[in-house]
Structure formats: C-alpha cells, structure tokens
C-alpha cells in the first residue's frame, strides 16, 4: 500500500466526519493491514502517522476503542522498528522498591523471546 492510497482512503472516510461506522470500518481494517507487516512499509506507516495524527492532536477526542487499537498499532509497529521499546520487568518487591524510590528497571525488548 503506498501512503497517497492511504491517505486519500482516510481523508474520504474520516475527514469529512462521515459515518461513525466508516471511522470503525477503516480503523479496524487498517489495524489489520498493520498487523500483517508484509502488506505494508513502516515508512508508510510513519508518514500517515505523522500527517493525521501528529499534525491533529484534537483526534484522540474523536476515536473509539476501535481507532484508539489502531493508534497503538501503528505506535508500536514504528517503535519496533526503530528499536525504541522497553519493556519494564519487576516483580513485587520490584514492584515496591520502585515505588517507593520512584524508579524503574527496563529492559530492551531483544532480551526477550517474544514479541509482541
């Protein structure tokens, strides 16, 4: 998918303040192209995300539960791929140690076997 596609699919869709069900249609389709990496390039995805929602920050006030996965898929698949994701690792006394010295142990997420 290239980001003249994209863009033009969400301008139609949700830039004009259509439907609520267009919105949900496109974030749970779009959700769905991310979540298949191969179907589309993270500097797609980057460009998009940096255009609609970057450039509108009032969008968090006009998404659902639906858009507001999408947005975290879209966080996540950019972050990924600029190896900028920690995950934070603790355990209760971690958990209360933390707490109470207001600090936190983060590991890079290539000391894992998983991903997400």
């Not at 949900?24 to 192209?33: A, G, L, V």
């Not at 450039?55 to 966080?75: K, L, R, W, Y």
Request: overall charge negative; glycine content about 2%; hydrophobic content about 40%.
């Amino acid at each position: 998918m290239k980001a003249g596609e994209l863009n033009q699919l969400y301008d139609n869709l949700l830039k004009e303040k259509r439907l609520r069900f267009d919105a949900e249609m496109f974030y749970k389709w779009f959700n769905f192209i991310l979540s298949n990496k191969n179907w589309i390039e993270v500097e797609v995805v980057i460009d998009f995300f940096n255009q609609k929602f970057l450039t509108n920050p009032a969008i968090v006030h006009e998404i659902d539960s639906v858009g507001f996965a999408c947005v975290m898929q879209m966080f996540l698949m950019i972050n990924e791929a600029k190896d900028n994701l920690f995950f934070t690792v603790s355990t209760e006394q971690e958990n209360y140690n933390s707490l109470r010295n207001k600090g936190t142990t983060q590991t890079k997420k290539s000391q894992f076997d998983f991903t997400l």
